[in-house]
C-alpha cells in the first residue's frame, strides 16, 4: 500500500510569484485534504477535495486554490504569494466515512522571499 | 478563535515513566478527536482516536481519555520511550460527510529522557 506522497520537498519562491504544490493520495483514498503549518503552529485547514470538487474551505483568501484529478490526486495553487505564505504545507487523504482518519504526505517546505 | 488548546509547549518525562499529554476544546459540537504525532521533517502521524459516545480508547501503550463535560481530552503513554520523544498535536473533528476538516491545537514537544 502506498502512502501519501508530496513534491516537491522544498521550495523557494519570491514575493508575487504563483506556486503549484503536488500530492498523491493513499491508495484507496478518494478525499484529500491540504493543510497549512506555519513555524511553531498547528496544522490550518485550508480546504477538502472529494470526486474532484471542493468540499469545504477553511479561513484562506481565494489566491490559494485546488484541483482534484480523476485519480484523486490532487494540486494546491497559490497565486500573488506573500511573506506569510511561507510554511510547511500538508495534504492528507481519506476515505468519505464518518469517523476517518486523515493520513498525511511529508509535506512541501515553502519559503517565500 | 483557537477552538482546540494544547496550553503546554513541552513536557519532558522519564524513560519508562508515564507521559501525559492534555487538549482542551470549546466548540461542544465536536464529537472525533485524534492525536498525531510528528517527528521534524514528516507529516503528522495518526496515533489514537476516541469518539464521544466513549471515554476511554487504548491502543497499546496509548490510552486517550475524554471528559466531554469538561471538554477536556488527554493522551497517556506508558511506558514511555525514547523513540515517544515528538511533537503530539491533538485534533477534532465533526461527524458527518462534508464535516470532515480537522482543526488542530498548537502541539505538545514531548521529550523522552534516558
Known amino acids: 500500500e502506498t502512502g501519501v506522497t508530496q513534491s516537491p520537498t522544498h521550495l523557494i519562491k519570491t514575493r508575487g510569484q504563483q506556486v503549484t504544490l503536488r500530492c498523491s493520495s493513499q491508495?484507496?483514498?478518494?478525499?484529500v485534504s491540504w493543510y497549512q503549518q506555519a513555524l511553531g503552529q498547528g496544522p490550518q485547514f485550508i480546504f477538502q477535495?472529494?470526486?474532484?470538487?471542493?468540499?469545504g474551505r477553511g479561513n484562506f483568501p481565494p489566491r490559494f486554490s485546488g484541483l482534484q484529478f480523476p485519480n484523486y490526486s490532487s494540486e494546491l495553487n497559490v497565486n500573488a504569494l506573500e511573506l506569510d505564505d511561507s510554511a510547511l504545507y500538508l495534504c492528507?487523504?481519506?476515505?468519505?466515512?464518518?469517523?476517518?482518519?486523515?493520513?498525511f504526505g511529508p509535506g512541501t517546505r515553502l519559503t517565500v522571499l | 478563535d483557537q477552538q482546540v488548546k494544547q496550553n503546554s509547549p513541552s513536557l519532558s518525562v522519564q524513560e519508562g515513566r508515564i507521559s501525559i499529554l492534555n487538549c482542551d476544546y470549546t466548540?461542544?459540537?465536536?464529537?472525533?478527536f485524534l492525536w498525531y504525532k510528528k517527528y521534524p521533517a514528516e507529516g503528522p502521524t495518526f496515533l489514537i482516536s476516541?469518539?464521544?459516545?466513549?471515554d476511554k480508547n487504548e491502543d497499546g501503550r496509548f490510552t486517550v481519555f475524554l471528559n466531554k463535560s469538561a471538554k477536556h481530552l488527554s493522551l497517556h503513554i506508558v511506558p514511555s520511550q525514547p523513540g515517544d520523544s515528538a511533537v503530539y498535536f491533538c485534533a477534532a473533528s465533526r461527524e458527518g460527510f462534508g464535516n470532515e476538516k480537522l482543526t488542530f491545537g498548537t502541539g505538545t514537544r514531548l521529550t523522552i529522557i534516558p
Open positions: 477535495y472529494y470526486r474532484e470538487e471542493e468540499n
Open positions: 476516541i469518539s464521544s459516545i466513549k
Open positions: 492528507a487523504s481519506s476515505t468519505r466515512l464518518p469517523y476517518n482518519e486523515q493520513f
Open positions: 491508495s484507496g483514498h478518494n478525499t
Open positions: 466548540n461542544s459540537m465536536f464529537d472525533y
